[in-house]
């Protein structure tokens, strides 16, 4: 069992979602399967934790639901925090050129979706609002303000949370301007792990974006949205 001196907060991405369908906030069965799987990796490695926390937002709940069961800790309970919720990725479309006619071929509409968004997030991030839509500036204080909260808590958290944001969090961390975190965005993968430890000096990133437990796993393999 991992019992550290020091805090570890282990920010996990929601599995697979629905990305191409009615609605994207639920976990397609893949990402059902990559929840279970962390979560049974996470117990094989002697962690347990100390407390689950997760977004608001069904994919996330679903993952960390999914997790706890894998881990065998259906008995712990799943705190609700939308400061980890993601970004309006669907809401922030609207900041870049319309797309006349969207791909029918899934492989060639998310490329065509990644394209679109970046020039959206590059347009948030330099202060571009969306209409009756969350802010960039407020977006990283809710997601900053929820790791400083965590910074104090001895043990280990768990926080599933989504790409976005925990990239933002990983690129404030290691003290990269905000500019920059939607490239780390753009490689986030679905279920993979980023670890962060505290201490007296504050908070330090070890990993970003493990995701070597979903290589070669039977019944999950490695996606990106």
Known sequence: MLRPAMGVILLIRHGQASFGTDDYDVLSEQGHAQARHTGAVLAA???????????SLRR?????AGLLAG??????EIAEDPRWNEYDQFGLLALAPEVEAWP???????????????????????????????????FHER????????????????????????????????????????????????????????GRRGA?????????????ADGVAVTYR
């Not at 989504?162 to 003290?175: D, E, K, N, P, Y």
């Not at 753009?186 to 505290?198: D, E, G, L």
């Not at 330090?204 to 995701?211: I, M, T």
């Open 104 to 138: 029918e071929d899934l492989g060639q509409r998310n490329r065509l979706f990644q394209a679109t968004l970046d020039q959206a997030l590059a347009a948030w991030v330099d202060g571009a609002p969306v209409e009756g839509g969350e802010v960039h500036a407020a």
């Open 204 to 216: 330090s990133l070890v990993s970003l974006n493990e995701h070597g437990h979903l290589e070669g």
């Open 45 to 55: 490695r002697g962690i347990e934790p100390d407390r689950v926390i997760a977004g």
């Open 143 to 198: 997601a900053t303000s929820a790791l400083a909260e965590l910074r104090a808590e001895p043990g280990v958290t768990v926080v599933v949370s989504s790409g976005g944001t925990i990239a933002l969090v990983a690129a404030h961390v290691m003290g990269v301007p905000a500019a920059h975190w939607p490239a780390i965005n753009r490689t986030m993968i679905n279920a993979s792990i980023t670890k962060v430890i505290t």
């Open 60 to 64: 996330q709940r679903e993952t960390a």
């Open 71 to 76: 881990l065998g800790r259906t008995d712990l």
